[in-house]
T-cell receptor
Framework: GQNIDQPTEMTATEGAIVQINCTYQTSGFNGLFWYQQHAGEAPTFLSYNVLDGLEEKGRFSSFLSRSKGYSYLLLKELQMKDSASYLCAVRDTGGYQKVTFGTGTKLQVIP | DAEITQSPRHKITETGRQVTLACHQTWNHNNMFWYRQDLGHGLRLIHYSYGVQDTNKGEVSDGYSVSRSNTEDLPLTLESAASSQTSVYFC??????????????????FGPGTRLLVL
């Protein structure tokens, strides 16, 4: 099975940098996804990590350490539109490699 | 453009009624999924399918059923709606090329969601 832990809520200031952490315990690991979900909308894909290290994509970066069961999503130059929930999801290795979602971190960006 | 749609977007029903939520994708994806999202629980997997005629139970499948008669559609049926099934339901699809494929090909694309209220 999978156990995924994220902070429930975070607040950050417009223009700043924020790091959203995700820790996981899994019987098998085959990749970690980050999704963004605005209130009342569907989740949308942000990033995917399967190897250790940092993946950068514009203002967003995602880091993975498989040995520590740890990932973070880094958001730079925060904008008001970044206010959303950020979901960490882990893909396992069993069978057809299902994805399990964490409960998400609700980020509020304030002026 | 390819897309994934859900209908209805909002539904109010009564306890004991049968309800079917539709999901339709035009990406020709093999994999399709149904989740429910509730406060404090995040996205929980109800049922999933890896291809036509294939269906599998997720972690919260009791009271729900699905069928996959073609690639594009995975309808979700609540056999006898209960108040505990009041939730937001999301359908998702992924390319699904089988075990051993790159994880990026398993990125799930979500429909807009259906808000279901069971009175």
């Amino acid at each position: 099975g999978q156990n995924i832990d994220q902070p429930t809520e975070m607040t950050a200031t417009e223009g700043a940098i924020v790091q959203i952490n995700c820790t996981y315990q899994t019987s098998g690991f085959n990749g970690l996804f980050w999704y963004q979900q605005h209130a009342g909308e569907a989740p949308t894909f942000l990033s995917y990590n399967v190897l250790d290290g940092l993946e950068e994509k514009g203002r967003f970066s995602s880091f993975l350490s498989r040995s520590k069961g740890y990932s973070y999503l880094l958001l730079k130059e925060l904008q008001m539109k970044d206010s959303a929930s950020y979901l960490c999801a882990v893909r396992d290795t069993g069978g057809y490699q299902k994805v399990t979602f964490g409960t998400g971190t609700k980020l509020q960006v304030i002026p | 453009d390819a897309e994934i749609t859900q209908s209805p977007r909002h539904k109010i029903t009564e306890t004991g009624r049968q309800v079917t939520l539709a999901c339709h994708q035009t990406w020709n994806h093999n994999n399709m999924f149904w989740y429910r999202q509730d406060l404090g629980h995040g996205l929980r997997l109800i049922h999933y399918s890896y291809g036509v005629q294939d269906t599998n139970k997720g972690e919260v499948s009791d009271g729900y059923s699905v069928s996959r008669s073609n690639t594009e559609d995975l309808p979700l049926t609540l056999e006898s709606a209960a108040s505990s099934q009041t939730s937001v339901y999301f359908c998702a699809s992924s390319e699904g090329l089988g075990p051993g494929t790159s994880g990026s090909q398993e990125t799930q694309y979500f429909g807009p969601g259906t808000r279901l209220l069971v009175l």
